[in-house]
């Protein structure tokens, strides 16, 4: 019944957010495997010398999973702030897909948070890590099958047609396999950030949908507990954003 990390990142998020999500998820206490594109100091790291991209990505999904030595695995992403309760979740079935549906979005240039229904990230997702594994090995078999020519783009149509969620969308609606999913909910919520460089559109506003989801809710960021920490991290990463770009 061992549970653990994986993490994965592109190394293009800027401080203190990149830091600060890393804090989080070592709160879990739980071993960690993490996957980059240039060296990091967090859990066991393995660094793979190619280009940021939706094959790098999965490579780097499939390299953690393989590499990990546990019987469960949590999906985390360097973008996501998670609560510690996150990490409480043990899943009760080893044939599904896992999310955790307590989470608020946030577009760090505003102080807006916000959430719709089935809004299901792979960043809280939980499952056996056996079931991802083969998950992503059919995925990356049909990648090199598809060709990699078709995935070079930032978000490629066939991922798209795919889905980024395992278990989320079955092969009737165009997904690799007839998995499925279940969502749980943490006793605190994370916090999945929208910086403008997220790997997927950041869908910030319904306009952005092309199929409104069914309900939406907005919040200003003083409803969250300790928004006050999150407000430091906003200017933070506002100003370092800014020097960088002059």
């Known amino acids: 019944m061992s549970r653990a990390c994986i993490y994965y990142t592109d190394n293009t998020?800027?401080?203190?957010?990149?830091?600060?999500?890393?804090?989080t998820i070592a709160q879990s206490g739980l071993p960690i495997v993490s996957v980059s594109l240039k060296p990091i100091d967090f859990g066991k790291n393995i660094?793979?010398?190619?280009?940021?991209?939706?094959?790098?990505?999965?490579?780097?999904?499939?390299?953690?999973?393989?590499?990990?030595?546990?019987?469960?695995?949590?999906f985390t992403e360097h973008d996501v702030l998670y609560d510690k309760s996150h990490f409480d979740f043990i899943p009760p079935g080893n044939d599904i897909f896992y999310y955790n549906e307590n989470c608020w979005r946030w577009d760090?240039?505003?102080?807006?948070?916000?959430?719709?229904?089935?809004?299901?990230?792979l960043s809280c997702m939980c499952c056996k890590r056996e079931?991802?594994?083969?998950?992503y090995w059919k995925r990356m078999m049909k990648i090199t099958e598809v060709g990699y020519d078709q995935f070079m783009s930032r978000e490629?149509?066939?991922?798209?047609?795919?889905?980024?969620?395992?278990?989320?969308?079955?092969?009737?609606?165009?997904?690799?396999?007839?998995d499925d999913?279940?969502?749980?909910?943490?006793?605190?919520?994370?916090i999945d950030v929208r910086h403008g460089k997220n790997f997927s559109p950041p869908k910030t506003k319904l306009s952005d949908f092309k199929h409104p989801p069914k309900w939406w809710k907005e919040i200003n960021i003083k409803e969250i507990e300790n928004h006050e920490k999150l407000l430091r991290i906003k200017r933070a990463y506002t100003e370092q954003v800014r020097g960088v770009h002059g």
């Open 156 to 178: 490629p149509k066939l991922a798209r047609q795919w889905g980024y969620e395992p278990g989320t969308k079955q092969r009737r609606r165009g997904g690799l396999t007839d």
């Open 181 to 190: 999913f279940e969502t749980w909910s943490s006793e605190k919520p994370n």
């Open 108 to 121: 760090i240039k505003t102080d807006t948070m916000f959430r719709h229904d089935r809004m299901l990230s």
């Open 131 to 135: 079931l991802a594994l083969e998950f």
């Open 13 to 23: 998020l800027g401080e203190p957010l990149f830091s600060e999500s890393q804090k």
């Open 47 to 74: 660094v793979l010398d190619i280009e940021r991209g939706y094959i790098a990505y999965t490579r780097q999904i499939l390299t953690a999973l393989e590499k990990s030595e546990s019987t469960y695995v949590f």
